[in-house]
């Protein structure tokens, strides 16, 4: 089988490219052809060659939303595919409004769901409907990243005279990230004194919880002091954050700014406690956090909260929730993650969660649905 999959954007700001590179290696290693349609940038292109050289990259360059379909369609029938499978739905991935071939099954990800994102203007919310819509009519299946996608599709499509499939397929681990070798652990364990690491990686924006993390380890620094937190990412938010850090946070609070992937390591390895926050709004209950799955090979608490695919992936009993919006309920977990032995191991395997896992799942729910493709 010929798999072409296309995305959008840099990988830095955009992150539905992962799934595209954390599959590439093991559809290659079961005897599928992989592209990637890839917008040219140097970030990009570090991406595909660390992660998934095995896989072919077709290149676009940055331009209008016209001209970019234009050249992604080009590219598609050049690479003459039997699977399109498309990262993420908007007007610059709308590669199949006129049929390329009849015989190309084309796929859309759905790794959130943008018409409810609060923040969001009205009209921006409204077009986002309204190609949630469309997407159920003119592509063949849906992958969805989280649980609230899956029966929000499944609902939708169950309505239509044609139903189409939908898989459920979380984010995965990327082998390339626990695999590199922590080039610069010591240069760090210099820089921290050997305190204790408090890491968030994410999107810098207060809907994400930056700020409320602010808030939270500034009530731990007034229990003790044994701790930095590191904050990794960028977003909207990202200089009025910085503007808060530098009004006496910067002894335990560090911005390192841009971390090179093959970077990750040493600070995740570094790391006694991850964070991911969530918040019991339709945004949270339906995207899926991809660094829930970057931090699990690395064993150690995460505090999070039981909302979305976090209560999917550690169910009613874990020790690390904390209660949104209730007043040192984050700073109590991160005190109780911060205190568990050395021993601690926690109560799930991350290896059921590889991109070969994802893998194997995806091509079962092909060739039940789509026999003919091999």
Not at 76 to 102: H, M, T
Not at 314 to 330: I, Q, T, V
């Amino acid at each position: 089988m010929i798999i072409c999959y296309v995305t959008t954007g840099d990988i830095l700001a955009i992150a539905t490219m992962k799934r595209a590179t954390g599959m590439a290696k093991p559809l290659y290693q079961a005897g599928h052809a992989v592209f990637i349609i890839a917008q040219d940038t140097p970030n990009n292109r570090h991406r595909l060659l660390l992660e998934c050289p095995e896989a072919e990259a077709l290149w676009f360059k940055s331009g209008s939303v016209i001209n970019e379909v234009r050249q992604k369609r080009k590219l598609i029938k050049q690479c003459e595919p039997d699977l399109v499978y498309v990262c993420a739905f908007g007007f610059r991935n709308w590669v199949n409004f006129w049929p390329i071939s009849k015989k190309i099954i084309y796929i859309i990800e759905h790794s959130e769901l943008r018409s409810k994102i609060n923040s969001s203007p009205l009209p921006r919310r409204l077009l986002d409907t309204l190609l949630e819509y469309i997407s159920l009519f003119i592509f063949q299946g849906s992958v969805t990243a989280s649980r609230y996608l899956q029966k929000f599709f499944s609902e939708h499509t169950g309505r239509l005279l044609n139903p189409k499939p939908v898989l459920y397929s979380p984010y995965a681990y990327s082998e390339h990230t626990i695999l590199n070798q922590p080039l610069i652990i010591d240069d760090l364990k210099q820089k921290y004194s050997n305190k204790k690491i408090i890491l968030y990686m994410g999107t810098l924006a207060g809907n994400y919880g930056i700020f409320d993390m602010l808030n939270e380890v500034k009530k731990l620094h007034d229990r003790r002091n044994d701790f930095i937190f590191i904050v990794i990412g960028s977003g909207r938010d990202k200089q009025k954050m910085l503007d808060i850090i530098k009004q006496g946070m910067g002894d335990y609070v560090d911005y390192p700014g841009y971390v090179a992937e093959e970077h990750l390591s040493s600070y995740f390895k570094l790391t006694n406690v991850f964070v991911s926050p969530l918040y019991d709004t339709i945004q949270d209950w339906a995207r899926c956090p991809s660094k829930l799955y970057m931090y699990l090979p690395y064993q150690k608490p995460i505090v999070t909260c039981k909302i979305g695919e976090a209560a999917e992936l550690f169910g009613d009993n874990y020790e690390f929730y904390f209660k949104p919006k209730e007043p040192f309920s984050m700073a109590s977990i991160f005190e109780k993650a911060l205190s568990v032995s050395e021993n601690w191991k926690p109560n799930f395997s991350f290896l059921d969660h590889s991109w070969d896992k994802r893998t194997h799942d995806f091509l079962a729910w092909i060739s039940k649905n789509w026999p003919h493709l091999k």
